[in-house]
């Protein structure tokens, strides 16, 4: 593999780092799933901590070195998980964290960055704006700028992740899997893979759906399967309504788009980093743009057969496989649930029209 | 402290034999819950697993051992957990599986017990009809009979999970607090906690609030606290609509009841064993009741503040905070968030008279 930005020796020391409340989640089959997707399915559980997405693991490298030898005072834009993790991140540490992010923002995100004590200034137009005011202040204050998948530490965070995909891989190897799926298991639809594909003992996977937006998370990832797995497919899934890095990626050049569209608030760029998208060009397999109800549709799925709430972005992987089952029918796929972050009323409507009464 | 069934080597030991995908799961203070509990909480999720439940601890231990040197086949009466974990452990060693439930428990356990492949045979009674007839058919086949909390194995199984806090609170006693929590989240309603109990540093957890029902969670989880963390208050919660094991603790001898009425299905009994009761007098500080609204409301707040999909015995921890807010005021709880399986119209009636229309 040609030489990404990130490195797998450094990696691997991050995790030194990273508070271990992040660290370890679930990787677990989810057989209830298979029937109507056609495949073995694992998922990957970034929720299950304090601030319910996998963006901790890089806050917890930033806010570290800006304890040890930085400046106190530290600022970014997010979506609203970075900058979760962030102030989480640096409450613990006695750094002084400011978020910008836009005023369209995911409400319950914004209402969590407030109560971690982080100061909160919103813009009046999309993420973009949000980075560019979020420079403007580090310029003008000289604090620290931390920009989601430019900064080395905020990949490295997100690509242990990756060390653990391929740690648990090796001890399936070796363990050999842990039964084959019961016959009444994969009688699934007709439509979709019958027993045949999933019949007798399922093999390590062989691909990692992952959400694409700023490109932290793929990159981390695909860099860790490309250098110690390289025969795992590393698939990239963005919403058709904000496709730039899928594009841009597709194109090997900067593509960048004047809006997006789509309920999946955590990967809605327009304009990719060159850096990311040339590290992403060197260890993605694939990227692929999936519609807003094959992503409202993977969280049904998630909710009523695996009992996850998840937000939007981490429905990602599961609208890709509906929307290719043929591509994955009898293989064992591993999604990332990247984060669970959602408003109530908003998840109510996406997983059914008159899901959860309002109870304000 | 007296001698209990358990002992905390044999523990330890177990711990080898486990597959590692129900071991070292998520423990992680939920914030966005303690403005409405007036004190810190954490979550001990076992719900991120192939069978949504902390069953699958124990039933690895039975069907190891049996794997071993023992029969091949094996029958167990469950409310619908054990038996999915059974039949899960069962599939990967090649065991001849059979469960026996009643004809009213939960339709999604049911699904789930035969999609993996085990024997399901249903009582017109209740949970003890199906522990009668679990025994009858042992008797009668020369099988081996799986009975919770009396087979020492799945007490063992359940007390990895006090292995695993008692780690984590000797890690957050050496590395201290992650940080006090944020101004803004201490400001609950005037009702609840004010600051002045959050405020600062919060201390490792003192109390752990664990769901009652056969007794092995208790009694497993309760041995080693008492065992390596006697400080700690070991808190049994068990539905009002299903107290005898609860009646029995106070009373320090067996009582019955002729019925339950509960939706904490997993939970359910109405004859105590007296081995498990006797345990129970050693390690628990207290066992209490709380009402059905109650359960409902904690499976709200864990839906609605901490993202988490729960079965009605999983959220007795947050009912019984619920009902006594002044005993843990300021306090850091422990909550073990012990199972997920739920039917979609019953959770989507308790979360919330119209939630999630049915799609089936």
Known sequence: MQRTRLDTDRIRAARRVIDPVFLGTPLYRCEALEPELGCAVSIKLETANPVRSFKGRGTELVASLLAEHGPRAVVCASAGNLGQALAWSGRGRGLDVTVVASRFAT????????????????????????????????????????????????????????????????????????????????????????????????????????????????????????????????????????????????ERRVVTTDSTDTIADGVAGRRPIPAVLDDLLLVADDAVLVQEASIVAGMRLLLDHAGLVVEPSAALGIAAILEDRDRFAGRHVVTIVCGSNVDGDAYRRWVGAAAFPHRA
Chains 1, 2 share one sequence.
Do not use: M, N, Y
């Not at 653990?164 to 298991?185: I, K």
């Open 107 to 250: 409400a319950a995100k914004l209402d969590r960055i407030r109560a971690l004590g982080a100061g909160l200034e919103l813009v009046d137009g999309d993420h973009e704006l949000a980075r560019e005011r979020a420079a403007d202040i580090a310029r003008c204050e000289g604090i620290r700028l931390v920009e989601d998948s430019l900064d080395i530490e905020t990949c490295e965070g997100a690509a242990t992740i990756g060390l653990e995909l391929v740690e648990a891989r090796e001890q399936a190897e070796q363990t050999g899997p842990a039964g084959p799926p019961g016959p009444a298991e994969v009688a699934g639809p007709a439509e979709v893979a019958g027993p045949a594909e999933l019949a007798g003992p399922v093999p390590p996977f062989d691909a990692v759906l992952i959400a694409l937006g700023g490109g932290a998370l793929a990159t981390g990832v695909g860099h860790v399967l490309k250098d110690l797995a390289p025969g795992v497919e590393v698939i990239c899934v963005q919403p058709l309504g904000a496709p730039a890095l899928t594009r841009s990626w597709h």
